[in-house]
């Protein structure tokens, strides 16, 4: 008989511990504007609710291709491309086989890069990211309504970055990013545009498939910078093993 309560504390530990573990997400309140724009883009909880996601890249000026893993809490990342991969686990950014392997100017820069642009609006659900309203922005002779995203300083490596996101009168997704850049330590840059295309339905979330990137001068996109499009986008109900991230024995943790 005296073995009954401790069953009955260690089975009031386990349920404690199974309703921790498997709790829903709240979804964050967002202003009216905002949560217009997700509507546009799909069921967005999806988004609040997965745990993981992976996606393949392919650089369409050298036919270049990256495969894309990400836990979504922890904003653990790797990426695996032809010739090098990069990862992010406990300790830092690593890169394998060697950092001249990449060709960039920071691997730390780079390893999220592309995820974080993908992965807007949903991302700037985020904690500490405030989305709202403000003036119209014009961008090559046609008016945008225009949502502006601004983060907390305690908000990653570069919280004075600004983002402008422009919405296509006609669906009300994502058309442009207009956005700069202080990672590296430039306190007044230049804005640069980035233009989203050809939407496709990823399980009920809405991403692009072909991104592009332009400079931005005199309310006008200004040369192609870049573009890449992308394919098997993929959420996942449950996080990748942390061992995914692991810096390889290969590896070396580079900035």
Same mark, same amino acid.
């Given at each position: 008989?005296?073995?009954?309560?401790?069953?009955?504390?260690?089975?009031?530990?386990?349920?404690?511990?199974?309703?921790?573990?498997?709790?829903?997400?709240?979804?964050?309140?967002?202003?009216?504007?905002?949560?217009?724009?997700?509507?546009?883009?799909?069921?967005?909880?999806?988004?609040?609710?997965?745990?993981?996601?992976?996606?393949?890249?392919?650089?369409?000026?050298?036919?270049?291709?990256?495969?894309?893993?990400?836990?979504?809490?922890?904003?653990?990342?790797?990426?695996?491309?032809?010739?090098?991969?990069?990862?992010?686990?406990?300790?830092?950014?690593?890169?394998?086989?060697?950092?001249?392997?990449?060709?960039?100017?920071?691997?730390?820069?780079?390893?999220?890069?592309?995820?974080?642009?993908?992965?807007?609006?949903?991302?700037?659900?985020?904690?500490?990211?405030?989305?709202?309203?403000?003036?119209?922005?014009?961008?090559?002779?046609?008016?945008?309504?225009?949502?502006?995203?601004?983060?907390?300083?305690? !908000?990653?490596?570069?919280?004075?970055?600004?983002?402008?996101?422009?919405? !296509?009168?006609?669906?009300?997704?994502?058309?442009?990013?207009?956005?700069?850049?202080?990672?590296?330590?430039?306190?007044?840059?230049?804005?640069?545009?980035?233009?989203?295309?050809?939407?496709?339905?990823?399980?009920?979330?809405?991403?692009?498939?072909?991104?592009?990137?332009? !400079?931005?001068? !005199?309310?006008?996109?200004?040369?192609?910078?870049?573009?890449?499009?992308?394919?098997?986008?993929?959420?996942?109900?449950?996080?990748?093993?942390?061992?995914?991230?692991?810096?390889?024995?290969?590896?070396?943790?580079?900035?």
């Amino acid at each position: 008989m005296k073995s009954f309560p401790s069953f009955l504390i260690l089975l009031s530990i386990l349920l404690i511990t199974s309703c921790s573990e498997n709790s829903v997400k709240e979804i964050p309140e967002v202003s009216p504007e905002y949560k217009e724009l997700l509507d546009a883009h799909g069921d967005w909880s999806k988004w609040i609710r997965a745990k993981a996601m992976s996606f393949s890249m392919i650089h369409e000026t050298n036919l270049t291709r990256e495969n894309y893993f990400i836990n979504l809490d922890s904003r653990k990342i790797r990426l695996d491309a032809d010739n090098f991969s990069i990862g992010k686990d406990d300790e830092g950014t690593w890169i394998r086989p060697s950092r001249s392997a990449f060709g960039g100017t920071s691997v730390d820069f780079y390893h999220n890069l592309y995820f974080y642009f993908y992965s807007i609006p949903y991302v700037f659900t985020d904690p500490g990211i405030e989305v709202k309203q403000v003036e119209n922005k014009m961008l090559n002779g046609t008016s945008y309504k225009t949502l502006e995203a601004k983060m907390s300083p305690e !908000n990653g490596k570069s919280p004075n970055d600004k983002y402008f996101m422009l919405l !296509n009168p006609e669906t009300g997704r994502l058309e442009y990013l207009l956005y700069t850049v202080t990672y590296f330590g430039n306190p007044s840059p230049t804005f640069s545009a980035l233009k989203y295309e050809d939407y496709r339905n990823a399980d009920g979330l809405i991403f692009p498939r072909l991104m592009t990137g332009y !400079n931005f001068e !005199n309310d006008s996109t200004k040369g192609v910078k870049y573009q890449v499009s992308f394919g098997d986008i993929l959420l996942r109900e449950e996080p990748f093993e942390d061992s995914v991230f692991d810096k390889p024995d290969t590896g070396v943790y580079a900035n």
